[in-house]
């Protein structure tokens, strides 16, 4: 029963260094199956989305060296298999991405359906309207994926929904199609655009990332490549949340400051102080802050990733803010959960109406996905009490070091077992 115990009511106060982005990283690890050499991958964030990734790419063939804790170099030379392992890519959400590189790197490819966080119906139509347009084959069934291509050539892609994966998949299978190939309504979260400066680093010719068309020109094959990935966005605007709900002063440090606008706008408007720096911004809160409405959109938006962390800083506002989530119809999940520690929120639909009390008290909740679980724990760390947050497992995935992050602010959070060390954090903080 792993679990993180805390002792809320520290002002969370000082330096914290943000890792690579999840969301990038895992596009880009099977991206690297389309160089057919080697590809050194540094700032690579150390968590469990990560490692299974490398799992996976190992099982079909790849050579994978961690050089450090961030960084690994991999050869996809000999990719000897077009069969994933079933078991690890029906784990996680990103495994989809196996099929666009697959499908680049060797025409064919069988994977489990994703699995991920459980945040609504998540359907992978648009992914296969990308793989299909290039010319692909997609059979669905028993649980498994299974994509084919005789030859893939570009084609105009119009995707209905704005969407990060699809996006992300239909440039990976994109890449090597001959001739070219363009994707509207794309995607332009900040992970999109660094996935397709990766594959430029190998040789690709993606020109628009960031924008709402997405022009590739099929290349015949790609050159060994040295790639950093951008720090993730997710994991900052989780810290800035911290510092805000525990009303501390929290320097985080490894930031693209453009990629948080959305975040600090809304910090900034409930009364928080945000201070950018080229890479880093300082968020404080000496006061009770005020409320909000919020509207999760695709990116340049309010990310839906920052909603759970984004309720339970207005939970302890003053006064009655709106949440409207308009990507995922099922990510109050964590309402229940929060409630028991004395938030006041009604769910109707995809929307939240929380009205602002001044304090938590701890409580033993569980985390019912990636976001929420990171969102419990800052409300633990904001509560009266000691508060336990189980099924932490979701927070694996996303967050590297997380305990220990927190620890260094001045969280009074630890990692847990069992019932008798419960008890004994419990007698050491008192
Ligand atoms: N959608 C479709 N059809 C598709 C694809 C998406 O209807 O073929 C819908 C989805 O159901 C959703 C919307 O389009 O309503 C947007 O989904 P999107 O495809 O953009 O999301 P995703 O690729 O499944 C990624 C992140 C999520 C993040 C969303 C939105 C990864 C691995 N996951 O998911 O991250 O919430 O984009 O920004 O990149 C997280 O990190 O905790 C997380 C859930």
Redesign the pocket.
């Known amino acids: 029963m792993e679990q993180y115990i805390m002792k809320g009511g520290n002002p969370l106060v000082g330096d914290v260094t943000i890792s690579g982005a ?2 990038a990283a ?2 880009i690890l099977p991206a690297a199956l389309l160089i057919n050499g080697t590809c050194t991958i540094n700032n690579l964030p150390n968590i469990s ?1 990560v490692k299974i990734y490398c799992e996976i790419l190992e099982n079909l063939g790849a050579k994978i060296h961690w050089n450090s804790t961030n960084e690994l170099t991999i050869d996809t030379r000999n990719i000897d298999t077009t069969e994933a392992p079933i078991d690890l890519t029906s784990k ?3 495994s ?2 196996i099929i666009g590189a697959m499908l680049g790197r060797k025409g064919e490819i069988e994977v489990g359906m ?1 699995g ?2 459980k ?11 990308g793989f299909e347009a290039l010319g692909a084959n997609v059979d669905i069934g028993q649980g498994k994926i299974i994509a084919k291509a005789k030859k893939l050539k570009g084609a105009s892609i119009y995707m ?9 998949n239909a440039m990976l299978a994109a890449v090597l199609a001959e001739g070219t190939t363009t994707i509207d309504n794309a ?1 332009k ?1 900040p ?1 999109v655009v660094d996935v397709a400066n990766f594959l430029n680093s190998m040789g690709a010719k993606i020109r628009g990332a960031g924008t709402d068309v997405i022009r590739i020109k099929g290349v015949e094959k790609f050159g060994d490549c040295q790639y950093s990935i951008i720090p993730d966005q ?1 994991e900052a605007g989780t810290f800035m949340t911290a510092a805000v709900a525990t009303k501390g002063d929290i320097m985080i440090k490894n930031v693209i400051p453009k990629h948080l606008e959305a975040i600090s706008a809304k910090l900034i408007e409930i009364g928080a102080e945000v201070v950018e720096f080229d890479d880093a911004v300082r968020v404080s809160a000496t006061k009770r802050l005020e409320s909000t409405n919020i509207k999760t959109l ?2 340049p938006g309010f ?3 920052m909603q759970p962390q984004m309720a339970v800083t207005l939970a302890l506002s003053n006064g009655t803010s709106v949440i409207s989530e308009s ?3 099922n990510r109050f999940r964590y309402v229940d959960e929060l409630t028991k520690m004395g938030a006041t929120i009604q769910v109707d639909g995809r929307t939240a109406i929380i009205s602002g009390v001044e304090g938590f008290t701890g409580a033993d909740v569980h985390a019912p ?3 929420a679980g990171a969102a419990l724990v800052i409300a633990g760390l904001s509560a009266k009490g000691f508060t336990t947050v189980s099924d932490i497992g979701y927070i694996y ?2 967050y590297e070091q997380f305990e220990q992050k927190l620890k260094q602010l001045g969280g009074e959070i630890q990692l847990v077992n069992n019932e008798k060390e419960v008890a004994k954090f419990k007698l050491k903080i008192g």
């Open positions: 999840k969301n895992v596009a989305d996680f959400r990103a989809y991405y994703p991920g966080c945040l609504g119906a998540r359907p992978i139509d648009q992914h296969i309207k209905d929904i704005t969407s990060v994966g699809a996006t992300i995607a979260e992970h997710i695709p990116y990310p839906t990733d990507i995922f119809e996905d990636l976001r995935r996303g």
